[in-house]
T-cell receptor, first 113, second 114 residues
């Protein structure tokens, strides 16, 4: 059982480039999330989705976009990368009730130079 | 705006000792989560606390929730080196139908020394 899978694991971008961080889960979870974690800090919510076709902004959405065309996949798009977006990005998913914890992927370490 | 504060942020302790990590939050909530993160790794769920007075224990870790005081504690008993990690609390104030949006504390970096 793979759980939440993120690709790539590491990436270096130049300022102004764009890229998509991939996230897929095989647990049939409706709820999916994207977080960023800056060094020595807790996680901050970027975007989340309560099901296919439904997304909403979190705490720090500027500079990012998401889509949710299937239950399994929740890609995060960075347009015009900036140094401030250097971070570790985590995708998570959760089952149908709030009594369940979120399950996290292994993260994507992104540096923008 | 919800604020979640952990205390202490850094904790160095000897094996065999006991200690408590505190998690205070600023807005009413009845759901709080504790996660563990090893260096360079993902987050692992430790506890889900669902109501006032909830207490959960797993091995040398015990977590509790006081919703009236807006306080959760993570107590470590007879620490061992394997418990060295960063511990995060996360609070959920979202409505039942909106998918739990968690606000995380800054984390407590625990080092257990021989």
């Amino acid at each position: 059982n793979a759980g939440v899978t993120q690709t790539p694991k590491f990436r270096i971008l130049k300022i102004g480039q764009s890229m998509t961080l991939q996230c897929t889960q095989d647990m049939n979870h409706n709820y999916m999330y994207w977080y960023r974690q800056d060094p020595g800090m807790g996680l901050k919510l970027i975007y989340y989705s309560v099901g296919a076709g439904i997304t909403d902004k979190g705490e720090v959405p500027n500079g990012y976009n998401v889509s949710r065309s299937t239950t399994e996949d929740f890609p995060l798009r960075l347009e015009l990368a900036a140094p401030s977006q250097t971070s570790v990005y985590f995708c998570a998913s959760r089952g149908p009730t709030r009594n369940q914890p979120q399950h996290f992927g292994d993260g994507t370490r992104l540096s923008i130079l | 705006e919800l604020k979640v504060e952990q205390n202490p942020l850094f904790l160095s302790m000897q094996e065999g000792k006991n200690y408590t990590i505190y998690c205070n939050y600023s807005t009413t909530s009845d759901r709080l989560y504790w996660y563990r993160q090893d260096p360079g790794k993902s987050l692992e769920s430790l506890f889900v606390l669902l109501s006032n007075g909830a207490v959960k224990q797993e091995g040398r870790l015990m977590a509790s929730l006081d919703t009236k005081a807006r306080l959760s504690t993570l107590h470590i008993t007879a620490a061992v080196h394997d418990l060295s990690a960063t511990y995060f609390c996360a609070v959920d104030i979202s409505k039942e139908t909106s998918g739990s949006r968690l606000t995380f504390g800054e984390g407590t970096q625990l080092t257990v020394n021989p």
